[in-house]
Nanobody, 123 residues
């Protein structure tokens, strides 16, 4: 099992940068792929990015490619989402998620979720 806790959300202006953090814990946390999802008001929760358990494979939604970077520090049990050139349509609650299978995150079906952190981007 794995537990996830997000932090780092807040207010930003268009063009700003913001980094979200996801602390992973649990006996098998190091064996999990981890990803980020977001849910904007009135919309479904959607995949943003994912990183494999050893950090050597990443995948991104087209809307964030070139602006967001997912990275993993296995020694600290942390996963980060570095967000650059933020836009108002990046406003959402961002969730960290995990699964033993990388593909399950990419298709939007991870079994573990964090509580979410709000990111608000003003124009």
């Amino acid at each position: 099992q794995v537990q996830l806790a997000e932090s780092g959300g807040g207010l930003a202006q268009a063009g700003d940068s913001l980094t979200l953090s996801c602390a992973t814990s649990g006996r098998t946390s190091s064996r999990h792929a981890v990803g980020w999802f977001r849910q904007a008001p009135g919309q479904d929760r959607r995949f943003v990015a994912a990183v494999s358990l050893n950090g050597d494979t990443t995948q991104y939604h087209d809307s964030v490619k070139g602006r967001f970077t997912i990275a993993r520090d296995t020694a600290k049990n942390m996963v980060y989402l570095q967000m650059q050139n933020l836009r108002p349509d990046d406003t959402a609650v961002y969730y960290c998620a995990a699964d033993l299978v990388f593909r399950m995150i990419v298709v939007g079906r991870p079994y573990a979720w964090g509580q979410g952190t709000q990111v608000t981007v003003s124009s």
